[in-house]
């Protein structure tokens, strides 16, 4: 028998009720582009990165040119005199003070939140409740409204113009947002690894440190970028809480460069350059993490 009339194999067709059916609105939104919401992209990254590159182009130009001409156009001539002007200054003592505010805030509201966070996911009564709500208040109360309150207990403890005079209101302010991420982040972690942990004898403090916070990286990573801001960037308690060089930070060191007979803007603009590094850094790091917990997600 030839090779030409040997019988070729047939394919199995899967039967129609087995194969995927693909939604039909899913198909129509995967295959159709939507103009609308890549213009406001645009537009939203062209107002995010338009003040970027006007900051960086203005901190390169010199301070004999930063009021004249278009500041959207490239300095014809850049120089980095301005950013020498900002490191000769005392830019290191400001940013160990920020960088030393910043560590001990985030440390003091992680130390505390995960445990709240902890108890207000596990222990399921109305008191427990109760108490989480009364403490999430502290969303809805503004810093303005409590500064003279603050600044009379900080005097009256002899903290005044001291670093803990910025570290304690600024992690107080900083946990219940920290407590309220923390809480949906626990709540995605399933109940029934708490039970196999329950069943294997485990302890509370067990499951904290061994499942839960183990679970909770993008919820934790989230507060840490959070807390880290509102420290970094924090200005009313150091603008009322200290009053000499000791203990200043960042924020106020932005002063040096205004005076009574003008303001050095690009020295003023390479400072905050040079500020915004850091923390830019620490967000490049976590940004996934960061995400995940934003969305409500960190626990799976």
Excluded: C
């Excluded at 890549?38 to 338009?50: A, E, K, P, Q």
């Excluded at 130390?111 to 222990?123: C, K």
């Amino acid at each position: 028998m030839s090779h030409d009339t040997l019988p070729r194999p047939t394919k199995t067709r899967q039967p129609e009720e087995n194969r995927p059916v693909e939604s039909p609105r899913r198909r129509h939104w995967t295959k159709r582009a939507n103009p609308v919401a890549g213009l406001g992209s645009f537009i939203w990254l062209l107002i995010v990165l338009v003040p970027i590159y006007a900051m960086l182009s203005a901190s390169l130009t010199g301070a004999d040119k930063a009021l004249t001409g278009n500041p959207l156009r490239p300095p014809s001539e850049p120089t980095l005199d301005n950013y020498g002007t900002v490191l000769d200054s005392d830019f290191g003592h400001l940013l160990s003070n920020t960088a030393i505010v910043a560590i001990v805030v985030v440390g003091i509201v992680l130390t505390l939140s995960i445990p709240l966070a902890y108890v207000a996911v596990r222990t399921r009564d109305r008191w427990s409740n109760a108490a989480f709500r009364l403490f999430l208040l502290g969303v809805a109360i503004p810093a303005q409204a409590v500064v003279v309150p603050l600044y009379l207990l900080i005097a009256k403890l002899g903290l005044y113009d001291t670093l803990p005079a910025v570290i304690l209101p600024t992690a107080a302010f900083a946990m219940p947002v920290s407590v309220l991420v923390l809480v949906g982040t626990l709540r995605d972690v399933s109940e029934d690894l708490y039970e196999a942990m329950a069943l294997d004898g485990a302890s509370p403090l067990r499951m904290l440190f061994q499942l839960t916070i183990p679970l909770a990286k993008g919820g934790i990573s989230t507060v840490v970028i959070y807390s880290a801001l509102q420290a970094w960037n924090g200005f009313l308690f150091p603008l009322i809480f200290t009053q000499s060089d000791g203990p200043r930070v960042l924020t106020l060191g932005l002063f040096n460069y205004v005076s009574q007979f003008g303001v050095n803007i690009p020295a003023l603009l390479a400072s905050v350059v040079l500020s915004g590094i850091p923390i830019f850094a620490v967000y490049l790091v976590a940004r996934r993490a960061l995400v995940g917990g934003l969305m409500g997600v960190g626990g799976k």
